[in-house]
């Protein structure tokens, strides 16, 4: 049974930081391009940022370039997410999942970001 538990998130003012963490259990882990998503109040869910099964290759959305920055522990099968310079458009619920939607496992319960101005 795969299990992603997310974590990390909370309330900030627009500028702080936060750092998100996501455990993946029961599954071989370092097998995946793994991503972070967002879904911002009343909106789809997007990713933010992926990165290769050997961490080597990152890749952003354009809206978080510069100020998100994540990678991975394979030995501690943990993604992370860096975030720095937060806005109130970078509220939502975020969940880590595989890069790819062929080998997505169920949504975890995501943690909570707020920014506030």
């Known amino acids: 049974q795969v299990q992603l538990v997310e974590s990390g998130g909370g309330l900030v003012q627009a500028g702080g930081s936060l750092r998100l963490s996501c455990v993946v259990s029961?599954?071989?882990?370092?097998?995946?391009?793994m991503g972070w998503f967002r879904q911002p109040p009343g909106k789809e869910r997007e990713i933010v940022a992926g990165?290769?099964?050997?961490?080597?290759?990152?890749t952003y959305a354009d809206s978080v370039k510069g100020r998100f920055t994540i990678s991975r522990d394979n030995a501690k099968n943990t993604v992370y997410l860096q975030m720095n310079s937060l806005k109130p458009e970078d509220t939502g619920v975020y969940y880590c999942?595989?890069?790819?939607?062929?080998?997505?496992?169920?949504w975890g319960q995501g943690t909570q970001v707020t920014v506030s101005s």
């Open positions: 999942n595989a890069e790819s939607p062929g080998v997505r496992v169920p």
């Open positions: 029961g599954r071989t882990f370092r097998s995946y391009n």
């Open positions: 990165v290769s099964w050997s961490g080597d290759r990152t």
